[in-house]
Structures are given as structure tokens and as C-alpha cells.
């Protein structure tokens, strides 16, 4: 079994930064790509950043220049630094990871999710 557990969420002023976390544990044998997603109310989930094992990013163009992922391969875990945070970042903010479970199957996986709010 494979948890993703987030956190670094939270409430924040236009302007201001947050660092969102993610670990994965559990039956891992190797991760491949690991991202961060987001959801605003009434919204479709959509893609914020993306990072392979070898370092490689892509990021929406709504974020380029103010978030930076990163990840620490021997934590497997991912990081979301986000600066410069304007009132639409708000959302729900998951964590993704494209693996090998030890028993040699390759899933996709979420976190549960940790709310962002930028608001004055």
C-alpha cells in the first residue's frame, strides 16, 4: 500500500508565500514523475507542476515564475514553493506520483488534498 500525505497549506495575503510538502511512503520500489494538482470551487482539477526522477519540470503558465518544485529523491518527496501568491491560486492542492509499487505494478497515487487560500 502507498500513502501520499501533504501539508504546508494554508491561509496567506496576496503577495505572500507558502512551501507545500509531500512524502510518499508504503510499498515503493521506484517513483517516476510526482506533481502538484489543484481544484478551485466549481473547477476542474487541473495541473500546476510536474518533476521527474531526473529533475526535469513543467509547470502551467499561470504559475511560471512565482512556483518552483522540487523533490528529494531519497525522501520521496516533493516540494512546492509558491511565491507571489495571488487570489486565484486559491484551491485544493494535491500531491501526484507516478510509481512501482514492490509488487512491480505502476499506478498513479493522490494525497488528500491541503487547502491554499490567498485572501486580504
Known amino acids: 500500500q502507498v500513502q501520499l500525505v501533504e501539508s504546508g497549506g494554508g491561509l496567506v495575503q496576496p503577495g505572500e508565500s507558502l512551501r507545500l510538502s509531500c512524502a510518499a511512503s508504503g510499498s515503493i520500489f521506484s517513483i517516476y514523475a510526482m506533481g502538484w494538482y489543484r481544484q478551485a470551487p466549481g473547477k476542474q482539477r487541473e495541473l500546476v507542476a510536474t518533476i521527474t526522477s531526473g529533475g526535469s519540470t513543467n509547470y502551467a503558465d499561470s504559475v511560471k515564475g512565482r512556483f518552483t518544485i522540487s523533490r528529494d529523491n531519497a525522501k520521496n518527496t516533493v516540494y512546492l514553493q509558491m511565491n507571489s501568491l495571488k487570489s486565484e491560486d486559491t484551491a485544493v492542492y494535491y500531491c501526484?506520483?507516478?510509481?512501482?509499487?514492490?509488487?512491480?505494478?505502476?499506478?498513479?497515487?493522490w494525497g488528500q488534498g491541503t487547502q491554499v487560500t490567498v485572501s486580504s
Open positions: 501526484n506520483a507516478d510509481l512501482m509499487s514492490r509488487r512491480f505494478t505502476r499506478n498513479d497515487y
